[in-house]
Protein backbone atom coordinates (compact mmCIF):
# COMPACT_ATOMS: atom_id res chain seq x y z
CA UNK A 1 0.00 0.00 0.00
CA UNK A 2 1.56 3.52 -1.03
CA UNK A 3 0.54 6.53 1.54
CA UNK A 4 0.81 9.20 0.09
CA UNK A 5 3.31 11.85 0.64
CA UNK A 6 1.50 14.45 3.55
CA UNK A 7 0.04 11.45 5.44
CA UNK A 8 1.17 10.47 8.74
CA UNK A 9 3.11 7.49 7.66
CA UNK A 10 4.89 9.05 4.88
CA UNK A 11 5.28 12.48 6.54
CA UNK A 12 6.73 15.23 4.10
CA UNK A 13 4.61 17.09 1.69
CA UNK A 14 3.04 16.11 -1.55
CA UNK A 15 4.05 17.63 -4.97
CA UNK A 16 0.68 17.34 -5.98
CA UNK A 17 -1.42 14.21 -7.07
CA UNK A 18 0.26 14.30 -10.49
CA UNK A 19 3.67 14.73 -9.48
CA UNK A 20 3.39 12.50 -6.66
CA UNK A 21 2.73 9.63 -9.24
CA UNK A 22 6.14 9.29 -9.56
CA UNK A 23 5.89 8.06 -5.98
CA UNK A 24 4.23 5.02 -7.18
CA UNK A 25 6.64 3.95 -9.67
CA UNK A 26 9.46 4.60 -7.54
CA UNK A 27 8.11 1.96 -5.22
CA UNK A 28 6.94 -0.44 -8.07
CA UNK A 29 10.68 -0.46 -9.07
CA UNK A 30 11.48 -0.67 -5.51
CA UNK A 31 9.69 -4.10 -5.70
CA UNK A 32 11.02 -4.64 -8.74
CA UNK A 33 7.84 -4.28 -10.55
CA UNK A 34 7.86 -4.50 -14.19
CA UNK A 35 4.01 -3.59 -14.73
CA UNK A 36 1.19 -3.73 -11.90
CA UNK A 37 -2.45 -3.62 -11.20
CA UNK A 38 -3.10 -0.88 -9.30
CA UNK A 39 -6.28 -0.20 -6.83
CA UNK A 40 -7.14 3.59 -5.85
CA UNK A 41 -9.78 5.26 -3.62
CA UNK A 42 -11.38 8.55 -3.95
CA UNK A 43 -8.83 11.11 -4.13
CA UNK A 44 -6.63 8.00 -4.47
CA UNK A 45 -7.85 7.81 -8.54
CA UNK A 46 -6.41 10.61 -9.28
CA UNK A 47 -2.94 10.02 -8.67
CA UNK A 48 -3.80 6.11 -10.11
CA UNK A 49 -5.12 8.17 -13.70
CA UNK A 50 -1.99 10.50 -13.23
CA UNK A 51 0.36 7.04 -13.57
CA UNK A 52 -2.14 6.17 -15.96
CA UNK A 53 -1.36 9.13 -17.96
CA UNK A 54 2.28 9.24 -18.05
CA UNK A 55 3.42 5.74 -17.31
CA UNK A 56 1.03 3.81 -19.28
CA UNK A 57 3.34 0.98 -19.90
CA UNK A 58 4.13 0.50 -16.38
CA UNK A 59 0.28 -0.23 -15.43
CA UNK A 60 -1.41 -3.12 -16.38
CA UNK A 61 -5.22 -2.71 -14.81
CA UNK A 62 -6.49 -0.41 -12.36
CA UNK A 63 -9.47 -0.55 -10.02
CA UNK A 64 -10.97 2.55 -9.04
CA UNK A 65 -13.24 2.83 -6.27
CA UNK A 66 -15.55 5.25 -6.18
CA UNK A 67 -13.28 8.12 -7.70
CA UNK A 68 -13.53 11.28 -7.14
CA UNK A 69 -15.24 11.59 -11.12
CA UNK A 70 -16.54 15.02 -11.57
CA UNK A 71 -13.18 16.62 -12.54
CA UNK A 72 -12.86 14.41 -15.60
CA UNK A 73 -16.60 14.94 -17.72
CA UNK A 74 -18.71 17.89 -17.98
CA UNK A 75 -21.23 15.22 -15.69
CA UNK A 76 -22.68 17.57 -12.97
CA UNK A 77 -22.16 16.22 -9.41
CA UNK A 78 -25.79 14.88 -8.49
CA UNK A 79 -24.72 14.08 -5.16
CA UNK A 80 -27.79 16.29 -3.72
CA UNK A 81 -30.22 14.12 -5.61
CA UNK A 82 -29.55 10.75 -4.73
CA UNK A 83 -32.48 9.63 -2.45
CA UNK A 84 -32.81 7.11 0.33
CA UNK A 85 -31.62 9.52 3.01
CA UNK A 86 -32.47 13.02 1.86
CA UNK A 87 -34.94 13.96 4.74
CA UNK A 88 -32.30 12.69 7.17
CA UNK A 89 -30.95 15.97 8.92
CA UNK A 90 -27.94 14.78 9.30
CA UNK A 91 -27.62 14.37 5.32
CA UNK A 92 -29.72 17.83 5.00
CA UNK A 93 -26.84 19.17 7.37
CA UNK A 94 -24.08 17.61 5.48
CA UNK A 95 -25.18 18.71 2.01
CA UNK A 96 -25.42 22.46 3.04
CA UNK A 97 -21.68 22.37 4.45
CA UNK A 98 -20.25 20.72 1.36
CA UNK A 99 -22.26 23.13 -1.20
CA UNK A 100 -21.16 26.15 1.54
CA UNK A 101 -18.20 28.03 1.82
CA UNK A 102 -15.39 26.17 2.23
CA UNK A 103 -13.28 26.36 5.42
CA UNK A 104 -10.09 28.58 5.80
CA UNK A 105 -8.33 27.19 8.44
CA UNK A 106 -7.95 23.73 10.66
CA UNK A 107 -10.87 24.18 13.00
CA UNK A 108 -13.01 24.79 10.25
CA UNK A 109 -11.93 21.91 8.53
CA UNK A 110 -12.52 19.84 11.36
CA UNK A 111 -15.99 20.90 11.96
CA UNK A 112 -16.57 20.63 8.89
CA UNK A 113 -15.66 17.01 8.14
CA UNK A 114 -17.72 15.95 11.55
CA UNK A 115 -20.80 17.32 9.58
CA UNK A 116 -19.83 15.99 6.42
CA UNK A 117 -19.32 12.34 7.30
CA UNK A 118 -22.80 11.46 7.30
CA UNK A 119 -22.84 11.83 3.73
CA UNK A 120 -20.30 9.18 3.16
CA UNK A 121 -22.67 6.50 3.39
CA UNK A 122 -25.89 4.62 2.87
CA UNK A 123 -26.61 4.44 6.19
CA UNK A 124 -25.36 6.32 9.80
CA UNK A 125 -25.22 3.58 11.90
CA UNK A 126 -23.12 3.05 15.10
CA UNK A 127 -21.04 0.95 12.20
CA UNK A 128 -20.64 3.62 10.15
CA UNK A 129 -20.18 6.14 12.75
CA UNK A 130 -17.31 4.29 13.98
CA UNK A 131 -15.30 4.21 10.41
CA UNK A 132 -15.76 7.70 10.09
CA UNK A 133 -13.46 8.91 12.81
CA UNK A 134 -10.47 6.65 11.93
CA UNK A 135 -8.14 8.52 10.68
CA UNK A 136 -7.22 12.44 10.33
CA UNK A 137 -7.82 15.08 7.53
CA UNK A 138 -5.53 18.27 7.29
CA UNK A 139 -6.20 21.09 5.82
CA UNK A 140 -2.54 21.88 4.69
CA UNK A 141 -2.53 18.16 3.10
CA UNK A 142 -5.32 18.21 1.26
CA UNK A 143 -4.64 21.94 -0.32
CA UNK A 144 -1.15 20.52 -1.31
CA UNK A 145 -2.42 17.32 -2.54
CA UNK A 146 -4.17 19.94 -5.42
CA UNK A 147 -1.53 22.33 -6.32
CA UNK A 148 0.80 22.26 -9.89
CA UNK A 149 -1.25 20.16 -11.39
CA UNK A 150 -1.53 20.97 -15.16
CA UNK A 151 -4.48 22.70 -16.98
CA UNK A 152 -4.43 19.78 -19.20
CA UNK A 153 -4.25 16.74 -16.85
CA UNK A 154 -7.93 15.73 -17.74
CA UNK A 155 -7.47 15.62 -21.27
CA UNK A 156 -3.85 14.34 -20.75
CA UNK A 157 -5.40 11.47 -19.06
CA UNK A 158 -8.21 11.10 -21.97
CA UNK A 159 -5.87 11.17 -24.27
CA UNK A 160 -3.49 8.24 -22.69
CA UNK A 161 -3.47 4.84 -24.10
CA UNK A 162 -6.28 2.66 -22.57
CA UNK A 163 -5.29 0.56 -19.72
CA UNK A 164 -8.32 -2.18 -18.64
CA UNK A 165 -9.86 -0.80 -16.18
CA UNK A 166 -12.61 -1.43 -13.74
CA UNK A 167 -14.99 1.59 -12.06
CA UNK A 168 -16.81 0.22 -8.52
CA UNK A 169 -19.41 2.85 -7.51
CA UNK A 170 -21.95 2.88 -5.04
CA UNK A 171 -25.52 3.90 -5.83
CA UNK A 172 -26.12 6.33 -2.37
CA UNK A 173 -22.67 7.50 -2.74
CA UNK A 174 -23.32 11.34 -2.11
CA UNK A 175 -19.94 12.51 -2.07
CA UNK A 176 -18.91 11.57 -5.41
CA UNK A 177 -22.62 11.03 -6.94
CA UNK A 178 -23.92 8.24 -9.29
CA UNK A 179 -23.53 10.18 -13.18
CA UNK A 180 -20.19 11.44 -12.69
CA UNK A 181 -19.10 7.61 -11.89
CA UNK A 182 -21.20 6.76 -15.03
CA UNK A 183 -19.75 9.17 -17.09
CA UNK A 184 -15.97 8.63 -15.88
CA UNK A 185 -15.96 5.04 -16.68
CA UNK A 186 -17.54 5.54 -19.89
CA UNK A 187 -15.04 8.50 -20.84
CA UNK A 188 -12.15 5.48 -19.51
CA UNK A 189 -13.58 2.71 -21.40
CA UNK A 190 -14.02 1.32 -18.13
CA UNK A 191 -16.15 -1.29 -16.58
CA UNK A 192 -18.90 -0.23 -14.72
CA UNK A 193 -19.95 -1.93 -11.27
CA UNK A 194 -22.47 -0.18 -9.13
CA UNK A 195 -22.82 -1.81 -5.50
CA UNK A 196 -26.69 -1.36 -4.42
CA UNK A 197 -27.35 0.56 -1.24
CA UNK A 198 -23.59 1.39 -0.81
CA UNK A 199 -22.05 4.81 -0.11
CA UNK A 200 -18.68 6.25 -0.65
CA UNK A 201 -16.87 3.54 1.71
CA UNK A 202 -18.16 -0.31 -0.16
CA UNK A 203 -15.66 -2.17 2.45
CA UNK A 204 -17.69 -0.86 5.20
CA UNK A 205 -21.48 -1.25 3.90
CA UNK A 206 -20.96 -3.91 1.64
CA UNK A 207 -17.67 -5.76 2.42
CA UNK A 208 -19.08 -9.28 0.47
CA UNK A 209 -20.09 -7.20 -2.86
CA UNK A 210 -17.16 -5.32 -2.75
CA UNK A 211 -14.96 -8.65 -2.39
CA UNK A 212 -16.96 -9.92 -4.90
CA UNK A 213 -16.05 -6.97 -7.81
CA UNK A 214 -13.00 -6.36 -7.02
CA UNK A 215 -11.36 -10.26 -6.36
CA UNK A 216 -13.10 -11.18 -8.93
CA UNK A 217 -11.99 -8.67 -11.87
CA UNK A 218 -8.65 -8.68 -10.25
CA UNK A 219 -8.24 -12.62 -10.29
CA UNK A 220 -9.81 -12.70 -14.11
Known sequence: MLHPRGTPTS???SNGWWADADDLIALADHLGLDRFDVVGHSAGTRLVLAASARFPDRLRRLALITPAAAWLTDAAWDGDAI???RGDPAVIAALESLTGAQPVDQRQWDAARAVEAPAGYAHWTARERSHSIVGGWELAAVEA???GI???AAARVLAAPRIPTLVIGG???ILSGVAPVAAYAEALGAELRTIPDCGHYPWVEQPEAFRAA????LAA
Open 214 to 217: LGGW
Open 171 to 173: DAD
Open 145 to 147: WFT
Open 83 to 85: GGR
Open 11 to 13: GGR
Open 150 to 152: PDD
